[in-house]
């Protein structure tokens, strides 16, 4: 008789340890789902400049120890700017806040070179592709970059001229096709149609 209460007694042990159990566990998961939030949002921005898995690469090149991305989702368009371990820069353009601006110039011999330029507080980042037409001295060659301009017109002075050492898929922009609707504007003022 005293080895069926024992038992009845173990049973009762085990029986409760799992509710117990479950409990922890679903205090710690919980506890471990705030701390991801916690150092999502601490690290938010300091991550390296580069676009996310949910985003389309609309350029990206390394310059030097800094790199420059230009990523797209759905609704937005970003400029990301920054070194290999974090982003020291990124602008949003958004329906109903478009920061994005597009343009572009057709040279002689089917050279032609395409920009997006993002505005920020005074302040001009535009990324350029091109590609050399027949008539120069490197007909079908590929380089793009980005150009800082301070000022209200392409006739602003140039801050910061970078040369992107690449030239593949990443920096060759098809923007007109990858673009996300109303994130962008054409060029009103033809001084930003110029060759960076």
């Known amino acids: ?9 173990m049973v009762g042990c085990e029986a409760e340890a799992p509710a117990i159990s479950r409990e922890a566990r679903a205090e710690l998961a919980e506890t471990a789902e705030r701390a991801d939030k916690a150092l999502e949002s601490a690290s938010a921005g300091f991550e390296a400049p580069a676009c996310r898995r949910s985003e389309r690469v609309i350029y990206a090149c390394d310059f030097g120890d800094r790199r420059v991305a230009v990523c ?10 920054g070194d290999a371990r974090r982003t020291d820069l990124e602008i949003d353009s958004r329906p109903g806040h478009v920061r994005a601006h597009t343009g572009g ?3 002689g011999g089917g050279g032609r070179q395409e920009h997006i330029r993002f505005s920020n507080n ?13 008539l120069t001295d490197i007909p079908g ?15 602003s ?3 910061r001229s970078l040369n992107c050492p690449l030239a593949g898929p990443a920096q060759s922009m098809d ?3 990858a673009l996300p609707a109303e994130t962008f504007a054409a060029e009103t003022d033809e001084t930003w149609d110029a060759w960076w």
């Open 1 to 9: 008789m005293k080895g069926v209460g024992l038992l009845f007694i």
């Open 72 to 81: 797209a989702t759905g609704n937005r368009l970003s400029y990301r700017f």
């Open 105 to 107: 110039v057709v040279g």
């Open 122 to 134: 005074g302040y001009h980042y535009i990324v350029h592709s091109m590609e050399a037409g027949s």
């Open 141 to 155: 060659k590929r380089i793009s970059g980005v150009t800082v301009v301070r000022g209200e017109t392409g006739a």
């Open 157 to 159: 002075p140039i801050v």
């Open 175 to 177: 923007q007109f096709n």
